[in-house]
């Protein structure tokens, strides 16, 4: 437990605070008109509890229309008891002390998250949020770009902010952003320009590796016509692949790359089934040569043997004038 502990009082959310919460929003007629005939939890649709030291989120239950819910600048360490409000479209818990993303599997509606100023060290449980457009969650303790890979499942998400993340350290932590999330407008508070999209174009396709793969591509092409004469039955497996990637240094640099290993498996089997391919078709056209000099030597044999034939009728012919 925090050592903020022993300055201030944490609370848990009550009936209460709530009240008190929801007068203090309203301090208008209708505000007062509320404080004196009581407030329906099921009427509200917008609850601020920012700054009153909540340690614990609970008593929610009731407020089942809300659609805004602001608990920020508070102690919250777990996020919980939120599963009744499924019309929320905006929750912000940043400034807490929160160390796992969960509870969030019934807000299927929402749209605007904010975890900023937490703990968290990894993007997980949020499957759920399929209409989610706005996420903030910089300066938490993320340190892998394998967390901007989870956000791909998010389809309308067009705002991002990650700074103060350490991952934000990586020198390739923006192209791989912008090349992995495509639909995003505004990336750490700036706006997502064509100068940042160009300069992701090594990372950009549906997998985020195309250009890797194609590079790869190329280089094993060039390999396999320096190959093709010495070692062409060895295109019928897998021995091609292993001996080139075995020693080859520029390979291993590729694999360090962050989101590589799920293609650096799937690549041998493709690249095999390739050279697998090749070589079928090098055997066709194979058999097919074989066929044609058969064919060749068939017509050349019948050419010899029809001149032989005729070279015999005109030596015949010669002797039996010359005879005469």
């Not at 700074?163 to 934000?168: A, I, Q, S, T, V």
């Not at 090349?179 to 320009?193: C, G, M, N, R, T």
């Not at 498996?265 to 089934?273: A, C, D």
């Amino acid at each position: 437990m925090s050592q903020i502990y022993n300055i201030i009082e944490p609370n848990v959310i009550s009936e209460e605070m709530v009240r008190k919460a929801l007068e203090e929003q309203s301090r208008d007629d209708a505000g007062q008109l509320a404080k004196r005939e009581g407030i329906d939890f099921k009427d509200v649709t917008e609850l601020q509890l920012s700054f009153r030291n909540i340690l614990q989120i609970d008593n929610l239950w009731q407020f089942e229309n809300l659609t805004k819910l602001q608990l920020d600048n508070n102690v919250i360490e777990k996020i919980e008891a939120l599963e009744s409000l499924v019309h929320l479209l905006w929750l912000d818990l940043s400034f807490n002390n929160i160390e796992v993303i969960e509870g969030l599997d019934t807000l299927v509606k929402l749209q605007d998250l904010s975890l900023y100023s937490n703990r968290i060290s990894k993007i997980e449980n949020m499957d759920a949020l399929q209409d989610l457009q706005i996420f903030s969650i910089g300066k938490n303790n993320l340190d892998t770009l394998e967390d901007v890979i989870y956000l791909r499942r998010f389809k309308n998400l067009r705002t991002l902010n990650l700074l103060g993340n350490p991952l934000c350290d990586n020198e390739q932590y923006m192209p791989f952003t912008v090349a992995h999330l495509p639909e995003l407008a505004y990336l750490d508070f700036k706006l997502v320009s064509d100068t940042m999209v160009s300069n992701s174009a090594f990372f950009s396709c549906k997998t985020g590796y195309w250009h890797l793969i194609e590079h790869l591509l190329c280089w094993y092409a060039g390999n396999i016509l320096a190959f093709e004469s010495a070692f062409v039955e060895y295109l019928n497996g897998s021995f091609l692949f292993e001996s080139m990637y075995e020693e080859d240094a520029e390979a291993a640099k590729l694999a360090s790359i962050p989101g590589a290993d799920d293609l650096l498996q799937e690549y041998p089997s493709w690249f095999v089934s390739v050279c697998e391919n090749l070589f079928s078709y090098g055997l066709e056209q194979h058999e097919k040569r074989e066929a044609e000099v058969s064919d060749f030597y068939e017509s050349l044999q019948e050419v010899l043997t029809a001149n032989q034939e005729q070279g015999r009728k005109i030596i015949l012919k010669f002797e039996n004038r010359h005879k005469r």
